[in-house]
């Protein structure tokens, strides 16, 4: 069984359903490292700086943002932490929506949603129902690791998924004069 690796609550109006957050999919593809052909040593990449031509450690490693040539804002992860995200534990339903009116261009990694305890059990199965019965999803907001994320709510089987989405400035049209192959 999959580990719960987030929980927060499932909210909408006046009704907010405490959930446990699992992942809905494994990853089978085969991981290579990278060898020395010679002697057959493994090869591993290392933190350099530029600036002092040497190797760094871990701790002297920070973050960073660069506004112009040279000049670079850092950001410090309790600042991050620090951010007012108003998503931070909860999964904001925002619209309704058919499910078939979805691109699935925007879809993402899907998530099982399990109703956390006995008092939220009742509330999950009727959203579920409600869900199920309209044939529509529901579109939210939510953050995971500093960054609110949009995301799609759906059944499938007895549960809820959630399915990370892009936002709109993140699909690309297709090249201009393209055509498929044939």
């Known amino acids: 069984m999959p580990r719960n ?29 990278q060898y020395h052909l010679q002697d057959m040593g493994r090869v591993r990449v290392r933190k350099f700086c530029e600036s002092e031509d040497r190797e760094v450690s871990q701790d002297e490693i920070g973050k960073g943002y660069e506004i112009a040539k040279g000049q670079v804002v850092t950001v410090l992860d309790e600042e991050l932490r620090g951010l007012p995200l108003p998503t931070a534990r909860a999964i904001e339903i925002a619209a ?14 899907g998530y099982y949603l399990q109703a956390s305890g006995e008092v939220a059990a009742k509330p999950y199965a009727l959203l ?38 892009r936002w709109p400035d993140e699909i690309r049209d297709p090249p201009p004069g393209w055509r498929p192959r044939r």
């Open 5 to 33: 690796i987030w929980a927060g609550a499932i909210s909408f109006g006046l009704v907010t359903i405490p959930v446990n957050v699992v992942a809905a999919t494994e990853d089978h593809s085969v991981r290579f490292h």
């Open 96 to 109: 309704f929506a058919p499910v078939e009116s979805i691109d699935p261009i925007r879809i993402g990694e």
């Open 128 to 165: 579920r129902k409600a869900l199920e019965r309209t044939s529509k999803a529901a579109v939210a907001k939510f953050a995971w690791h500093g960054r609110e994320r949009l995301g799609l709510l759906r059944v499938r089987d007895e549960a809820i998924v959630l399915h990370a989405m």
